[in-house]
Every structure is written in structure tokens, then in C-alpha cells.
């Protein structure tokens, strides 16, 4: 019964939550700009709002940028017309057209294997709909101004090590054990062309930017083999192994930023933000202590110039 009550308060807490969200489609529309920087996205049509407030108050801080979105295949013709008004007419791509090569399908694999293409030329943020940015964003600009590319961090404690400082034997782990946990134990065995020694950054995909003309699919997939190889197809087709691809390459790139997390962070239930310019609300904590409809109604207050 205490399940089935949580489960209830959730549902009455995600529709509160999407009838504030619907007051973004009163704010004014995006002019985009084609200047060499991509925001980039995975979304359907259960987040059309908030991915709008996530789209536009970024880009309201950003000052620069087009939008291009993969659509998980739900998104509706009323839908596209919505993000062609907001949105300055965004590329829409089909997420059936991605082919996964060797890399796993689902799990926001396709999202990745198109933001590596994506970056060949462009500079490309991978945003999810989840965020929403409510203070100046002036690191990300000084990381695109110097060809550094960045993540969010998963926790305060996250920081840049060698793979070694993560090395175990993922057969000795549990079976049950979460796929991250594994590959990151296995780190150290795997090669994948990318250069020695191997660094790693427990960071959040959620947030994330690819400088241009770095490494592509080509290392995802090479990187996939050797996983799927040492943990077997299905568990590193498990969701999160698609983080973990996201965060060896952002951790192996020349001088990549790790985000300064007092500013830059995941949502866990905090009483307080603190003087935060973007935040996180994944999915665990999302409706927790009413913090996402507040940040998000102050959002959308500014979009619509009434704050």
C-alpha cells in the first residue's frame, strides 16, 4: 500500500508539475543562430514542455546556438509545429534512420552516436529536457571560446582519474551489479584506440559538450565491441552504458572542463540550490519538495519577461 501511495503522489506530482510547464508556450520565440554551435537533444511527445523551458532558458543564457532534435518516434505533427514556432524551425531527425553499428539500440545510444556525427564541424551540447538553467552559464561559453569540451559531474566528488583508480574484476561482481559499475571495473582491460593512460570522469550525459572534429563513432563502436565482449551483449545493452561511453569520451579529449558542481548539478532532494546557474532534475528525485515547479515557473517568468 505505501508503494502504491508513493506511486500516486508521483502521478499527482507530474501533472501539477505539466500544467506549469504548458505556460512556456507563452513565451516569445527563439531566434536560433547558425554560428558553429548545436543544442542538441533527444525528446518525444510527453516532454515537449519541458524540453522547451530546458531549450529556451539555456539558450536565453547561452546567447548563441541552433537547436537540432532527435525524435524518439513519437513526436506528433501538432508537436512539430510547436518546436518549429519556439524553436526557430530546429532540424528534426528520425531516431529509425540511426543506425546502431556495432553500439547497443535503445538506452539513448542513438542520441549519442548522432551527437558524434554531429560534432564533426559543429560544436554540440547534449541537453536533456530535465534541466533548466536559471543563472549565467558563463564556463560553458568560455569552453566553446576555447575548443574544450565539458560535462556536468555526477556528484560534487567527481573528478578526473586514470582508469586504474577504478579497476576491479567484473566477473568476481554480482551479475546484478548496475552495467556502470561493471564496465567501469573492466575500464582498465579495454582499449578501443583511445590513448594510454585511459582517463575516466563519473559524469552525467545529461549535460554535456563535444568540441568539434573530435573522436566519433568509430571509437564508440570499437569500445562497444570490447565491452559487449567482456560483460556479455545484454548487460552492456543495459541503460547506462551509454553515460559511461559519454563520459570516456569526454574524459579522454585534450583538457576537458568538469563543470564546477556548486553551479552546475543533479537534483537529489536538496532543501536549497545555492547560487546555481543549471540544474539537473533527474529522474529520481524529480518531483521531490516542489523544487522542479518552482525553478521552472521562475523560469518561464523570465522567458516571458514578467519575473
Known sequence: MEHLAQRLLRKLRERHFARIARGVLATPPVRARDDGVILFSMIGTRVVAPYLIAAKSFHAQLGRGRFVILDDGTLTPADRAVLAR???????????????????????????????????????????????????????AAAIAAGRSFTLRGDASAELQDAAHFAGDPAAMPPT?????????????????????????????????????????????????????????????????????????????????????????NYWAERALGPVS??????THRYDRGCYPRVARAAIARLAGTD
Open 278 to 283: 543549471l540544474v539537473h532534475f533527474l529522474g
Open 177 to 265: 551489479s548496475h552495467v556502470q559499475a561493471l564496465i567501469e571495473a573492466g575500464l582498465h582491460r579495454i582499449d578501443a584506440g583511445l590513448p594510454r593512460p585511459l582517463r575516466y570522469v563519473r559524469g552525467c550525459a545529461g549535460f554535456a559538450g563535444f568540441a568539434p572534429g573530435g573522436r566519433g563513432r568509430e571509437v564508440a563502436d570499437a569500445f562497444s565491441r570490447e565491452a559487449r565482449a567482456l560483460l556479455g551483449a545484454a548487460k552492456w545493452a543495459e541503460w547506462g552504458s551509454e553515460q559511461v561511453m559519454s563520459n570516456v569520451i569526454v574524459a579522454n579529449e585534450p583538457d576537458p572542463l568538469l563543470l564546477p558542481y556548486a553551479r552546475y548539478m
Open 86 to 140: 519556439h524553436l526557430d524551425h530546429p532540424e528534426i531527425r528520425p531516431i529509425a534512420a540511426v543506425s546502431p553499428g556495432d553500439c547497443p539500440r535503445g538506452s539513448c545510444w542513438e542520441r549519442l552516436l548522432v551527437l558524434l556525427e554531429l560534432r564533426r564541424t559543429h560544436y554540440v551540447i547534449q541537453l536533456d529536457s530535465d534541466t533548466v538553467t536559471v543563472g549565467p552559464v558563463d564556463e560553458v
